[in-house]
C-alpha cells in the first residue's frame, strides 16, 4: 500500500458504522425542530469518533436547513471563562452576553438568560444544534452555564451534541458536579461509543485501499478506535508491518521522521496551546519569521499540523512530551512576554503563560497578571476560576500581609458564592490572620462580613469574633462599615443568647435608619431577625420579614427576597400558621432558581422538606431531605450537614424506617453534634421504641445552659418527652416552665425552622401527667388534638390523641376507658395511613390491654416479668431479681412479646400500664 493512498484523514472519506447512535441524534434534532429540545452527551475515549459523530449529524442539519454552532473546550489554563461558549456564538454571529460588574449570583443568572434568548434567536426558525465538544476541558462557569441552559430545554427548539472523554474525567470536581446535575434533567440522553467492529474496521480502511489483511491486524491492535485504526494504517503505509501498540508510539514515528529545527518547533507549539501562530514561535525561539514558516510546511506535509493548528490533540500531546522542562518554561515566559507587547487584553491569556513559567519566569509578573485573570473571572462570574487564580497568585510569588490579606479574601469570596462554604470559611480564616498581622481593621471586618448569615457559631472561625475584632480598631460614629459590623456581632450573639445582643442590634437597626444604606439595613434587619429567634419575638419577626421582603423587592435583590421569604416562614410556622407558610414555597423556588446557588435551592428544599413532615407526607420529605445532603454535603460546615441527618432521623422516629439513618450519619451524631441536638435524637430514638438507645443518649446529652435561642422550644419539648420517661420530676417540671408562656404556639425553631413537631401544649400534657395531675393533662391534650387539626398536622394530632388516650385510661373515671378506645381506633387508623409504625403498634397494645383480650393470657411468672419491663430493667437485672438465668428471663421476654403480638419491650411496657388502669376502674 501507498502512503499517498491514504494521505486523507479516512474518517473524513466516508462515515463508518454508528448507524443506531446517528439515528438517535437525527430523532433529536427533529424533536428540536419542532420545539422540543434536548441534550445528548456523547462520551468515549481519544480517538472513538465522538466529533465524527456531530459531523455527520451536521450534514444532516445542514442539507434540513439548520444552523449549526460549534464551541471546543480548551486544555490550555489560559483561556478565559466560558470558552466554549464564546465559541459556539461566535460560529453563530452572535455575541456573547457579559456578567454583571457586581458579580453578584444575581448578575451571573442574568446574562447566563441572555445568553439563552440569544440561542433562541438564532434558533428561529427552523432550530438549531449546537455542539459542544471535548467538554472534559470546559472551564467550571461553562459548565454552570451548561447546566442551566439543560432546565429550558424542553420549551426550546435547540439539540446540544456534548462529547467528552470520560477516560479524563476523574478529579475533574466541577465536570462529575455538571454530569450529576444534568443527570436530573429530563431532556438528556446518552450515547457511550465503543470500538469499531472488525467489519466496520475492514470497511473503513477499505475506503483507503488497505489490504484486508492489514484490515484485520488493525482492528486487532487498535481495538476500533477510528482514530488508532487511521493512525496505525498511515504507519502501515510507511513504516512496513510493525505496527505499534499505541497511538504514542504512531505520532513519534512521525514526529522522527521531521528535521531537528522543525521537531522543536513542533514541541514548542505543543506546549504553548492548540493554535500555532507563527509570528509567536518566531518570538518565543527567536528565528527568522520565514523559517518558522518553512518548517510549519514541513509539519503540516507530514500530517502534524493544519492551517488551523494541530490535527489532533493526540499528536499535540505527544509532541508536547518530547520538550524538555527547562526549554518549556523558557517558551512559556516568553510566550507571556510577547503577549504583553502585543496584545495585553488577553489576560487570561497572559496570565496562564507566566504561571506555567514558573519557577523560571518572573515571579512578580505571574502574581499580577494572575490577580488581573481573578477579578476578570470574578467578575464574569466563574467563581471556581475566580478562586483558583486567587490562590495561584499568592503561590507565585512572596506577598506582604496586605496583599495575603486581599487576595485570601477575595478567593473565600469566590469559593463562597459558588457553595463551597467550608473551603471557602478555611480561606477567609487565613484572609484574617493576613489582616491582622497587616494592622487593617477595614479588610478584617470586610472579611467578617464575607461570612455574614454563613457562619458556624461553633467552629473555630465564625463572623462574630472577626467582627467584634475589627469593630476595636475602626473609629467610632455613624460608618456602614462598622454599622454591619456592630449587626453581625449582634446577629451572632443573639443566636447564642449573649447578654448585649438586644441593645447592640437596636443600635445597629437605628444607624441604619439614619443612613438610608440598603446594604447596612439588609444586615440590620438580618441581626434583629436572629436576635428575637426567640418564641417571644415571633410577632416582630413577621414584621421583619416583612421589612426584608420590602427591601428587596424594592431593589429586585433575589438574595435579599429570599431571606425575608425564610423568615416569614419561620415564624408562621410557630404561629401554627402551616396553610400561609407552604403559599411561600413557589416565592421561595421562584428565588432560588434565579439565584442559582447551592444554599439558596437548599433553604427551599429544607422548607418544602419541614412542611411534608408536618402534613405526613414522609416519603416526599424523605426525598427532599436526602436532595439538601448531596447540596452540602463535603461542602458545608457541620452544623449545615447535620440538618439533613437530624431531619431524617426525626422521620424514622416517626415511621419506624431505622435504615433512614445510615451508620456514618449516627458517627457525625456523635462526633460533631452539640449536645441540644443529641437531646432531640434520644427523643425521636424514643418515638421509635428503642427506649435503651433514648435513655443513653439523654443521659449523655446533659444541655448546657443557654440552649441557642432559636431552639428553644424544640430543646424544651424534647426534654419533657425524655424527662417523664426517665426522670426526674424537677427537669420535666423546669422544661414545663419554659414551654408554659407559650403555649399557644408550635414548636419549631425561629431561625431556620427544619422541624415542626406540633403545638406546645401536648407537651404540656405530657408534662402534667408526669406530675400525676391527671385533670391538666386531659385539658391540655385535647387543646392541643384541636390545635393540630386546625394547623393541619396530622402527625401529631394523632400523638396528641395517643397522649390523651393514654391519661384517660389511666385516670379511668366512668366513661373514661371508652373515650380512650374510640381515640385509640383514630390514632390507629391515622397511624396506619401516614406510615407510622411504632404509633400504630403502641396505640394497638393500649387498646388490648383496655378491651381485655389479650392473645394468649400471660402465665403468672411472665406478668411478673413484664412488669419488670414496664420499670425498665434489663434481663440480666430481671434474673437477678428473680433469682433465674438470664437465658431463663429472655425467654419469658420473648413468650412475653409472641403472647401479646408485640415487637419491642416500650409495647410491653404500655401494655402493664394500661391493664393496670383498666383493673383500677
Not at 142 to 164: C, I, M
Not at 224 to 236: D, I, M, Q
Not at 262 to 270: E, G, I, K, S, Y
Not at 743 to 758: C, D, E, H, M, P
Request: glycine fraction near 10%; include cysteine; proline fraction near 5%.
Amino acid at each position: 500500500m501507498s502512503a499517498s493512498a491514504v494521505s486523507l484523514p479516512l474518517m473524513e472519506r466516508g462515515f463508518v458504522g454508528r448507524t443506531g447512535e446517528l439515528d438517535l441524534l437525527r430523532a433529536g434534532l427533529e424533536e428540536a425542530r419542532a420545539g422540543r429540545g434536548g441534550l445528548v452527551l456523547v462520551v468515549g475515549e481519544p480517538g472513538i469518533g465522538k466529533t465524527s459523530l456531530a459531523r455527520e449529524l451536521a450534514r444532516d442539519a445542514e442539507r434540513a436547513g439548520v444552523p449549526v454552532g460549534w464551541g471546543r473546550a480548551s486544555d490550555d489554563e489560559g483561556s478565559p471563562p466560558y470558552w466554549v461558549f464564546r465559541q459556539l456564538v461566535r460560529s453563530l454571529d452572535r455575541p456573547f452576553p457579559t456578567g454583571g460588574a457586581d458579580g453578584s449570583a444575581e448578575a451571573r443568572f442574568a446574562a447566563f438568560e441572555a445568553f439563552a434568548d440569544a440561542l433562541r434567536e438564532a434558533a428561529a426558525p427552523h432550530g438549531l444544534l449546537a455542539v459542544l465538544d471535548d467538554l472534559q476541558w470546559a472551564d467550571a462557569a461553562s459548565l454552570a452555564l451548561l447546566v442551566h441552559l439543560a432546565r429550558d430545554l424542553d420549551r426550546a427548539p435547540v439539540l446540544f451534541v456534548v462529547t467528552y472523554r470520560d477516560t479524563e474525567a476523574t478529579g475533574r470536581a466541577a465536570l462529575t458536579a455538571a454530569l450529576a446535575a444534568l443527570a436530573r434533567e429530563p431532556v438528556l440522553t446518552r450515547i457511550r461509543l465503543a470500538g469499531l467492529t472488525e467489519a466496520e474496521v475492514v470497511e473503513q480502511l477499505g475506503l483507503g485501499g488497505v489490504s484486508s489483511e492489514v484490515a484485520t491486524l488493525v482492528s486487532r491492535r487498535s481495538g476500533g478506535n477510528p482514530f488508532f485504526v487511521s493512525e496505525l494504517a498511515r504507519l502501515a503505509g510507511t513504516a512496513g508491518d510493525a505496527l505499534p501498540d499505541g497511538v504514542v508510539d504512531t505520532v513519534r514515528a512521525r514526529l522522527a521522521k521531521l528535521g531537528e529545527p522543525c521537531r522543536a518547533l513542533v514541541a514548542t507549539a505543543a506546549v504553548l496551546g492548540r493554535d500555532v501562530d507563527p509570528a509567536a514561535l518566531a518570538d518565543v525561539l527567536d528565528r527568522a519569521a520565514a523559517d518558522v514558516l518553512t518548517d510549519l510546511d514541513e509539519a503540516a506535509e507530514a500530517g502534524i499540523v493544519t492551517a488551523r493548528g494541530f490535527r489532533h490533540d493526540l499528536i499535540r500531546e505527544s509532541a508536547a512530551a518530547g520538550l524538555p522542562t527547562a526549554a518549556r518554561l523558557t517558551a512559556h515566559a516568553r510566550m507571556a512576554a510577547w503577549l504583553e507587547r502585543r496584545d495585553p487584553s488577553r489576560t487570561s491569556k497572559i496570565a496562564h503563560h507566566w504561571l506555567e513559567s514558573l519557577p523560571v519566569g518572573d515571579s512578580a509578573r505571574a502574581a499580577l497578571w494572575a490577580e488581573r485573570a481573578a477579578d476578570q473571572a470574578l467578575a464574569q462570574l466563574a467563581w471556581e476560576r475566580a478562586a483558583e487564580l486567587y490562590r495561584r497568585a499568592l503561590d507565585a510569588a512572596p506577598a506582604s500581609a496586605d496583599d495575603r490579606a486581599r487576595l485570601r479574601l477575595r478567593e473565600g469570596i469566590a469559593h463562597l458564592r459558588g457553595g463551597e462554604i467550608e473551603r471557602g470559611s478555611r480561606v477567609l480564616e487565613a484572609a484574617a490572620d493576613a489582616a491582622r498581622e497587616a494592622g487593617d481593621p477595614a479588610v478584617l471586618g470586610g472579611t467578617a462580613l464575607a461570612m455574614e448569615g454563613l457562619s458556624d457559631p461553633w467552629g473555630s472561625f465564625n463572623g462574630a469574633k472577626v467582627a467584634r475584632e475589627a469593630l476595636a480598631g475602626l473609629p467610632p460614629g455613624d460608618d456602614p462599615l462598622r454599622a454591619r459590623l456592630l449587626a453581625l456581632q449582634a446577629g451572632e450573639a443573639g443566636f447564642l443568647g449573649g447578654g448585649e445582643a438586644e441593645t447592640a442590634s437596636a443600635e445597629a437597626l437605628a444607624i441604619a435608619e439614619r443612613l438610608g444604606d440598603p446594604d447596612v439595613l439588609r444586615s440590620a434587619l438580618r441581626a434583629r431577625q436572629m436576635v428575637r429567634s426567640s418564641p417571644e419575638g415571633v410577632h416582630e419577626r413577621l414584621s421583619l420579614a416583612h421589612r426584608m421582603i420590602a427591601l428587596g423587592e424594592e431593589s429586585d435583590d433575589a438574595d435579599v427576597q429570599l431571606w425575608g421569604r425564610l423568615w416569614r416562614v419561620d415564624a408562621l410556622l410557630m404561629l401554627g400558621g402551616l396553610g400561609e407558610a407552604e403559599q411561600e414555597l413557589g416565592a421561595l423556588r421562584v428565588l432560588a432558581e434565579r439565584l442559582r446557588r447551592p444554599l439558596a435551592r437548599w433553604h427551599h428544599l429544607r422548607s418544602s422538606a419541614t412542611l411534608a413532615i408536618a402534613r405526613g407526607q414522609f416519603d416526599d420529605a424523605v426525598e427532599t431531605v436526602r436532595q439538601t445532603f448531596a447540596l452540602v454535603a463535603d461542602r458545608a460546615h457541620m452544623s449545615l450537614q447535620g440538618v439533613p441527618i437530624t431531619v431524617l432521623a426525626s422521620i424514622a422516629g416517626l415511621t419506624g424506617r431505622s435504615g433512614l439513618v445510615t451508620p456514618e450519619m449516627e458517627r457525625i451524631f456523635a462526633e460533631n453534634a452539640p449536645p441540644f441536638v443529641t437531646l432531640l435524637h434520644a427523643a425521636w430514638l424514643l418515638h421509635a421504641g428503642d427506649r435503651d438507645r433514648a435513655g443513653e443518649l439523654y443521659r449523655r446529652a446533659r444541655v448546657p445552659e443557654p440552649v441557642p435561642v432559636p431552639a428553644t422550644l424544640p430543646v424544651a419539648a424534647a426534654a419533657v418527652e425524655l424527662g417523664a420517661e426517665f426522670g426526674p420530676p424537677d427537669a420535666v417540671e423546669r422544661a414545663a416552665a419554659i414551654l408554659r408562656p407559650h403555649a399557644g404556639l408550635f414548636v419549631t425553631g425561629g431561625a431556620g425552622s427544619i422541624l415542626v413537631t406540633g403545638s406546645v401544649r401536648r407537651y404540656l400534657g405530657l408534662a402534667a401527667a408526669a406530675a400525676g395531675r391527671l385533670d391538666e393533662a386531659v385539658r391540655e391534650f385535647k387543646l392541643a388534638v384541636a390545635a393540630n387539626d386546625d394547623a393541619g398536622t396530622p402527625p401529631y394530632a394523632a400523638l396528641a390523641r395517643f397522649g390523651l388516650a393514654k391519661v384517660l385510661a389511666r385516670r379511668a373515671r366512668p366513661g373514661d376507658v371508652d373515650e380512650a378506645l374510640a381515640l385509640l381506633a383514630s390514632v390507629s387508623a391515622t397511624a396506619d395511613r401516614l406510615g407510622m409504625a411504632p404509633l400504630h403498634q403502641e396505640a394497638g397494645a393500649l387498646a388490648v390491654a383496655l378491651r381485655g383480650d389479650t392473645p394468649g393470657p400471660l402465665t403468672r411468672r411472665e406478668r411478673e416479668v413484664a412488669a419488670h419491663v414496664a420499670d425498665g430493667l434489663t434481663n440480666k437485672q430481671i434474673a437477678a431479681l428473680l433469682h433465674i438465668s438470664e437465658r431463663t428471663a429472655e425467654s419469658h421476654v420473648q413468650h412475653i412479646l409472641t403472647k401479646l403480638g408485640f415487637t419491642n419491650r416500650a409495647q410491653v411496657a404500655t401494655w402493664v400500664t394500661a391493664a393496670g388502669s383498666a383493673r383500677h376502674q
